[in-house]
């Protein structure tokens, strides 16, 4: 096995760029007591109830900067496809940097 616990599925998903694989992982029981709370915006990409914002990253890159960059670019170009990969690179970035400390229940 890849990972541990896991098991692999009798398929996979194939792509012009991508091979899947699919696992299958039983379910894992939170430990956490509290609930945290996520909104999603522009300015601060996102804002947590405990209080964290996220919004620029350490180059000062923002999610409406990326964005405006988006939109300037022609829909297909390799400019236009790699500011698309700097779009989902920093949403995960951003996703990262969220405190998930005894964290149970996640609202939106």
């Known amino acids: 096995m890849i990972f541990k616990g896991g098991k692999l599925k009798n398929f996979i998903r194939l792509s012009k ?3 899947t694989f699919m696992f299958e992982f039983p379910e894992i029981k939170s430990k956490g007591t509290k609930t945290l709370g996520i909104d999603i915006g522009l300015k601060d990409t996102l804002s947590c109830s405990n ?5 620029k990253d350490k180059d000062g890159w923002t999610y409406q900067k990326i964005c405006n960059v988006l939109a300037r670019k ?3 170009s390799k400019s236009f496809k790699r500011t698309q990969r700097h779009r989902t690179n920093f949403l995960h970035w951003c996703v990262n940097q969220i405190s998930w400390n005894d964290v149970g229940v996640l609202q939106r």
Do not use: M, R, S
């Open 17 to 19: 760029e991508n091979i």
């Open 51 to 55: 209080g964290q914002q996220i919004g």
């Open 74 to 76: 022609k829909k297909g």
